[in-house]
Every structure is written in structure tokens, then in C-alpha cells.
């Protein structure tokens, strides 16, 4: 940030926002840069006033009005002059300070005069959005990371090392300075040294700042879900290779279609404990705000908390029903520019975040939403095959300590989730399963003209979860062969 900040000032940009959430961070770099440039630097904000270096504050200069003048009188014929306005984002409201801010920011080009407004969020005003240019002051990287993990961790056996200090690393990535500190010294009150765990805890309290965010926790992995033997593969090979190469060769994610109950969330809950990464699920419905602007900066600031939170797993659940008035007639656009931010998201972020984004009515997704490099591929879970079943139901007979030897019902174009059902029934009720069986209704029967029009859209336009390669609908050869008309000859 600081190069870029250096650049504008240097090019004469006189309105500068600069969003940092460690405020003494941000002053102390702006100061380095000012000292080695020799430009003179005045700070603001309500509780200390004005503070000019070599001067003596003057009554009223708590003032941001007083504050906004003053920096005409640090101006030099041949110099230039910046002034800091810490949280200054508190007092646009009013149209008086909008309007001196304005007036400044177009005056500071005579006398090379630069407004800095040093905020946590960015809510500059209609009136200021062209005159301004947004920088964010950078989180530590992993170098100054090891740094602050090095002054906390004073005693050798204290601080990890090799593969285990990667794992903190990756844990603290996306922390301020003061959290990292924080996080370390919990770990080593509770451990008496660093462990990526006690990173995690602290972590995850910027998720119950943000409504929309809920991190799974769970103990499945890919040993308690049958089936899917493809996707599974997939999907641990893609992340694990991932966590190893360069950026640009990050997994970015995939689309999960299926009827309901065929395994999508369970799957998606338990690739995070399979390859040991958290889950981070994302309710947009929680997004939406009743004021002007709001469900956009809320979409934009839960993404930014899924970037602070990666290497993780982003799990969007029927994501057709998310965006469902995108098309903006209902809502004045909103769902539209809120699509529209997740889009450009999925396209451009660079955190090492594997979204997964699952849905049960292909109709109602846009196009441009599984388009090639917003997801790595596009599964179609179909209904499981006898062999998948009979591994699902040795799953569930063991976590409901049911007798094996019984007979099972018939099964045929049962999901996962209905024999399930037929297993906790059969054990909430005490009876065998062929009668708890009596109480489930295939959703292939309840549904069936959705289920049969969902296979054939994604007979050769998806990937199978099942088997490595594209998925076809069952019995798609023969039918077509019964469709082909004998020759006349």
C-alpha cells in the first residue's frame, strides 16, 4: 500500500482513503514515507485534535472544520503537505464538512495540499466519490507473521517449526498485527506454545461479527459419506495440490446438481475435515439490509471475511434459490448487483478459498454463472447405484446400531438421505426396517417429472460424481437406439 499511497501523492492525487483497521500501523507507515520524501504530515481526529508537528495545538482543534483549514497553512512554495483524518467517515454526514471536504480536495492541486481520510470502511458520500481514490492498507504477510510469532514466542520450544509453523502461518493469514498477537498469546497461555488451533478460535470471531457466516464444525470425512467416488477424488486432489503450487494454479471451486438428498451439503461439509481446511457457510438470505446500499457493502464485507478466512472451504447451499430475483424486478436491482459482486468474486479473488455452490433446479441458474474459471467443474450427483447403496446403508445401520442381518426394504431409486430416514426410524421407533420403510417416500416418486428433467439436461453437459468422466443418463444408448428407424432398404 504504501508504494501505491507514495505514487498518487507524488502524482498530486488530493484525496486519498486509505482503509486500515490498525490505525497506528497506517500513521506510522505514512510517516516513514513522509520523512524519507520530506513532506510535511498534520494528524486528526476528535479526541487529540489537530497535531502538527513543531506547532502548539490551538483552541478549537477538535474541530474538523477547523481541521480541514488548517492544512492550507502547512503549504510550502515548493513542497508538499498531508493531513490525516483518522475515522473522519463519522462527520460526513454532514453537508457542510462534505462540502469543505470537496472544496479542499480541488484547492489541494494549487498548493499540493493531500487529504488522507484514514477509516475501517469505506462510506464516502455521492459528493466525493470522484474525487477520492481508495487504498487498503495491507495485513502482515507471512514474513512479518513469523516476525510477530518470533517476539511472542521468546523460549525456543515455544515456536513451531517446518510443516507445523506453515499451519499457523496459514491460520493467522488474513489477521491485523494486534490479532496475531493476541492469537499467539492465547496459544501459548493455554498450550505454552503456538498451535494453529488457539489461531483458529480467534479467528473465527469475525464470523459471529458477520450474520451471514457460519463455520461448520463437524468430525465427517469422506469415510462417513458413500458413493460420489469421483467428485471425492476430484476435489481432495485438486485442494491438496492447490495448497502446494503457485496462485495461479489454485482450485477455485464446483458445482454440485443432484435431486435433493443426494449427498451435496454432507459432501461439502466433509471435504473440509478431509483435507483439513474449515467450513465456512454462506446464508445470502442474511445479506439483504433494509437501508439504501447495504446488502451490497454486507456482500461485500462477508467475502472479505472468507478471503481473511482462507485456506477454507465456502459452501453456498442452493444457490438457484440465492439469487432467485436477480432478474430486479422485484427489488430494485438489489439481488442483480449482489449476483453481480459474487460473480466478479468467484472470477478474481485470489485467496485460496474452494467454493462450493450446490443446486436443485438447473432452470433457474443464469448461464454465466458455470462458466469455464469461476469453477473447476460441474457435477451431476444422480441417484446412488446398488454398489453406493450398500456402502450408505452399512453407514448408517453402524450409527444407529442396527442389526446388519436383518432385511432391508427395497431400495430401488432411494437417495442417501431416505435411507437415512428408514435407519433413524427404524431406531427412534424400535422396529425392523422393513416397517420403519413403510414411512418414506422416495423423493424419485414425489418428484420424479423434475428428477427425469434434470438428468436429461445434464446427460452430457455435467461431469458424473460417480464415475470418472461425463455423465450420462441411464439407458441413454438404448434409447436412442429405439428411437432410430429402420431403413427402407
Not at 513543531?54 to 474538523?64: L, R
Not at 493531500?114 to 458520500?125: A, C, G, K, N
Not at 502482515?140 to 523460549?155: C, D, H, K, V, Y
Request: charged share 20%; aromatic share 6%.
Amino acid at each position: 500500500m504504501i508504494d501505491r499511497f507514495a505514487e498518487y501523492v507524488r502524482a498530486c492525487f488530493t484525496g486519498l482513503w486509505v482503509t486500515s483497521h490498525e490505525h497506528q500501523d497506517a500513521l506510522m507507515a505514512i510517516a516513514q514515507v513522509c520523512h524519507l520524501e520530506k513532506w510535511r504530515l498534520a494528524t486528526w481526529d476528535i479526541e487529540q485534535g489537530l497535531h502538527i508537528p513543531g506547532t502548539e495545538i490551538e483552541e478549537g482543534a477538535n474541530d474538523p472544520l477547523a481541521a480541514i483549514r488548517a492544512v492550507n497553512s502547512l503549504a510550502t512554495p515548493d513542497g508538499t503537505a498531508i493531513l490525516v483524518l483518522q475515522n473522519f467517515h463519522r462527520f460526513l454526514q454532514s453537508a457542510e464538512i462534505v462540502q469543505a471536504l470537496a472544496q479542499q480536495v480541488v484547492a489541494g492541486k494549487l498548493n499540493r495540499t493531500i487529504v488522507v481520510v484514514l477509516s475501517p470502511i469505506v462510506q464516502l458520500p455521492v459528493e466525493l466519490e470522484k474525487l477520492f481514490v481508495v487504498l487498503e492498507h495491507d495485513l502482515p504477510n507471512r514474513a512479518q507473521l513469523t516476525e510477530i510469532a518470533i517476539g511472542i514466542a521468546t523460549e525456543e520450544a515455544e515456536l513451531p517449526t517446518g510443516e507445523n509453523l506453515d499451519a499457523v502461518l496459514d491460520a493467522a493469514a488474513g489477521l491485523t498485527r494486534m490479532e496475531a498477537e493476541n492469537a499467539f498469546s492465547l496459544s501459548l497461555v493455554r498450550h505454552d506454545r503456538i498451535t494453529p488451533e488457539a489461531v483458529w478460535e480467534l479467528k473465527t470471531q469475525s464470523l459471529k461479527k458477520s450474520a451471514s457466516l457460519t463455520l461448520h464444525r463437524g468430525h465427517g470425512d469422506f469415510n462417513s459419506l458413500g458413493g460420489l467416488a469421483a467428485l471425492k477424488a476430484f476435489c481432495k486432489r485438486a485442494l491438496l495440490q492447490s495448497s502446494r503450487g503457485p496462485q495461479a494454479q489454485r482450485a477455485r471451486g464446483v458445482l454440485l446438481l443432484s435431486p435433493p438428498g443426494c449427498g451435496k451439503s454432507e459432501f461439502c461439509k466433509s471435504l473440509g475435515n478431509e483435507v483439513g481446511r474449515p467450513v465456512l457457510i454462506l446464508d445470502v438470505g442474511r445479506l439483504m439490509g433494509s437501508l439504501v446500499g447495504q446488502s451490497e457493502e454486507q456482500t461485500r464485507q462477508a467475502l472479505n471475511v472468507i478471503d481473511a478466512m482462507a485456506p477454507c472451504v465456502v459452501m453456498l447451499d442452493e444457490v438457484e434459490k440465492v439469487f432467485a430475483g436477480m432478474n430486479g424486478s422485484g427489488d430494485s436491482g438489489v439481488s442483480s448487483r449482489m449476483f453481480g459482486t459474487f460473480l466478479s468474486w468467484l472470477n478474481d479473488h485470489e485467496s485460496d478459498a474452494f467454493v462450493v455452490c450446490t443446486a436443485n433446479d438447473v432452470s433457474r441458474l443464469p448461464p454465466e454463472f458455470g462458466r469455464s474459471e469461476r469453477f473447476d467443474g460441474i457435477f451431476f450427483l444422480d441417484l446412488p447405484g446398488h454398489e453406493e447403496k450398500q456402502t450408505i446403508w452399512n453407514i448408517y445401520l453402524s450409527m444407529f446400531m442396527i442389526d446388519r442381518e436383518q432385511e432391508r426394504p427395497a431400495d430401488t431409486d432411494w437417495t442417501g438421505a431416505e435411507i437415512k430416514a428408514c435407519c433413524r426410524l427404524s431406531a427412534l421407533l424400535d422396529v425392523p426396517l422393513i416397517q420403519a420403510a413403510k414411512n418414506v417416500v422416495p423423493v424419485a416418486i414425489t418428484a420424479a417429472e423434475s428428477i427425469e428433467h434434470l438428468r436429461t439436461w445434464a446427460s452430457g453437459r455435467c461431469l458424473s460424481a460417480h464415475q470418472a468422466g461425463i455423465y450420462r443418463r441411464p439407458n441413454e444408448g438404448k434409447q436412442r437406439r429405439r428411437n432410430i428407424k429402420p431403413s427402407n432398404n
